[in-house]
């Protein structure tokens, strides 16, 4: 867990430039490395998953990026040019193999001297590094704030008069290289990773971002995983074509969630229009986790053309309702029980604005369940989501 610094922003940015919406349209999709090999991750890993995503058809379902998270990283030489370590020989040839197969590339890096694993940060290196990924082909950036939290707190105990010279050097930092990024020509598609530290959802655009973490990492518990997803309540007015609120990255198939969490989990990102990247091995995948990670109808939601993030409908209790609007007048609705016990979970349909009754359809049971009025009620097991499509 990262070490977070509360801070407030007031900036307010209403709609993102036209380059961010042709680089994400929709929420990104793909896979990084970190949430399985964390430190450990190797040239042929990034490789094996490259392939895995083509020959279990998660490419085809639109899982594209193929991301290099931290300790990549080796030295600077004496002009300062950034060196992989000897687990990565060539970057360039890596990225040349991963668009081989059709995918896209990315990689991490830090606006602090230092990433979270204690390698080799951007800081003062900026616009050099911008054109060192945009020379591999680099597609995808995630720059992660780690330490550069300890430039902020000096800030901030050098202007206590100035609430908000922590934040305004932050906002600074990511336009360094977010302006870095645009001067290479390359359409490089930029990743915030600062944990919701002064509400990224504001200014996120401002520094040429396209998506930007809400929260703290995600783990692969069932209790950190909704305790994540459903603090997104009242974001969604933040998100859309090119700008998306990215709630971390998703744990299915990592083993310690059960079929029904891990439904849960997906269900739950997917009506909050999130980035969806894999963090398992691929290589080792049950079918229920390909089911669950490729469900058709769970990333039709996700990637609707209509941009919409959902939200929270009502609470009650362990029980909630979250809806997300649609194209062509549906609305993806989740039925969620945290409870640890089955419950019935109900929603109205007028509420919803289908006051003369709708057709449903249930995505995980891939049923259509017919005509419906009024108040529709399913009972669900502990820790269990109906995920719903409804339509008139």
Request: aromatic share 8%.
């Amino acid at each position: 867990m990262r070490t977070i610094v509360a801070l407030t922003c007031s900036i307010l940015i209403s709609a993102a430039p036209a380059v961010s919406q042709k680089l994400a349209a929709n929420p990104p999709m793909g896979w990084n490395s970190w949430n399985h090999f964390a430190e450990h991750v190797t040239d042929e890993d990034v490789r094996s998953a490259a392939d895995m995503l083509v020959s279990t058809g998660m490419r085809d379902a639109g899982y594209i990026y193929v991301n290099v998270d931290d300790t990549w990283q080796g030295q600077r030489d004496a002009q300062g040019v950034l060196h992989p370590n000897e687990r990565f020989a060539d970057m360039k040839a890596l990225g040349d193999y991963i668009h081989s197969k059709g995918l896209k590339f990315g990689i991490y890096s830090s606006p602090g001297a230092k990433t979270c694993g204690g390698y080799a940060g951007s800081l003062g290196h900026e616009a050099q590094d911008a054109k060192m990924y945009a020379e591999w082909g680099v597609d995808f950036l995630k720059y992660d704030l780690c330490s550069f939290q300890s430039n902020m707190n000096k800030e901030k105990a050098d202007h206590p008069d100035d609430p908000n010279a922590a934040r305004n050097l932050m906002i600074a930092a990511y336009k360094k290289m977010g302006d870095a990024l645009k001067a290479t020509g390359r359409p490089i598609l930029y990743s915030l990773c600062q944990y919701g530290v002064d509400q990224p959802w504001k200014w996120g655009p401002s520094v040429g971002a396209q998506m930007w973490r809400t929260t703290d990492d995600i783990d692969d518990s069932y209790g950190r995983m909704v305790t994540i997803g459903f603090s997104q309540a009242g974001l969604s007015k933040y998100a859309g074509p090119g700008h998306w609120n990215d709630p971390d990255m998703l744990e299915v198939g990592n083993g310690k969630m059960s079929e029904d969490e891990y439904k849960t989990h997906m269900s739950l990102w997917v009506l909050l229009a999130a980035p969806l990247l894999a963090g398992n091995d691929l290589s080792k995948m049950s079918d229920i986790d390909k089911s669950i990670l490729m469900s058709k109808e769970a990333i039709a939601i996700d990637q609707d053309p209509l941009g919409k993030q959902g939200d929270r409908l009502y609470q009650s209790g362990d029980l909630d309702v979250w809806t997300k609007p649609l194209s062509n007048g549906r609305v993806a609705v989740g039925l969620f029980n945290r409870s640890w016990d089955n419950r019935d979970v109900s929603v109205d349909l007028a509420d919803i604005g289908f006051k003369s009754g709708a057709n449903l359809r249930d995505i995980w049971k891939q049923k259509d369940l017919g005509l419906h009025t009024g108040v529709f009620t399913d009972t669900l097991p502990k820790h269990g989501v109906t995920l719903l499509i409804v339509s008139k």
